[in-house]
């Protein structure tokens, strides 16, 4: 039987594990694209992300395909089973923060630039970033 204090665990560590993986894939993009975005903005971007993934899985007017697929990334961070187990040091993390990368990626796409544009709580420059990551064109209106 799993004990509150676990499923709050898995839940953080899945938090924890969201934030570096979107980090990671931003401070690779922003390599691509100097100055146009700052460390201090990809380091405030992951609670903005994270608020975007709340809103878009329930709105009932993105596809329910998108809505599939995050409730899939949930279950897979907080299961115990991974492809390879957390406990490896390094390497037990970096599957996780590859699903976390491909998913946002998938899930941004499929989802479209209207809904990500419309949910985005945070700066325009943080929607630029999220955008660019996802491979969409920037909002027309920026």
């Not at 676990?6 to 100055?35: C, F, M, N, T, Y």
């Not at 037990?92 to 630039?113: K, P, S």
């Not at 700066?123 to 027309?140: D, K, Q, Y």
């Amino acid at each position: 039987m799993v004990e509150w204090w676990q499923l709050a665990l898995s839940i953080a560590g899945g938090l924890a594990i969201l934030w570096v993986a979107l980090v990671i894939a931003l401070l690779v993009e922003q390599r691509k694209h100097p100055g146009a975005t700052t460390i201090r903005a990809i380091l405030r971007l992951a609670p903005d992300v994270a608020r975007l993934l709340k809103r878009l899985a329930s709105d009932r007017s993105v596809p329910i395909s998108v809505r599939i697929a995050l409730f899939a990334l949930l279950v897979y961070l907080l299961s115990p089973i991974d492809l390879i187990p957390d406990f490896i040091p390094v390497i037990g993390f970096i599957d996780d923060a590859l699903i976390v990368a491909l998913a946002l990626r998938i899930v941004t796409r499929h989802a479209g630039g209207e809904a990500i544009e419309r949910h985005w709580p945070g700066t325009p420059e943080g929607l630029a970033a999220v955008l660019r990551l996802a491979g969409l064109p920037p909002h027309s209106g920026m």
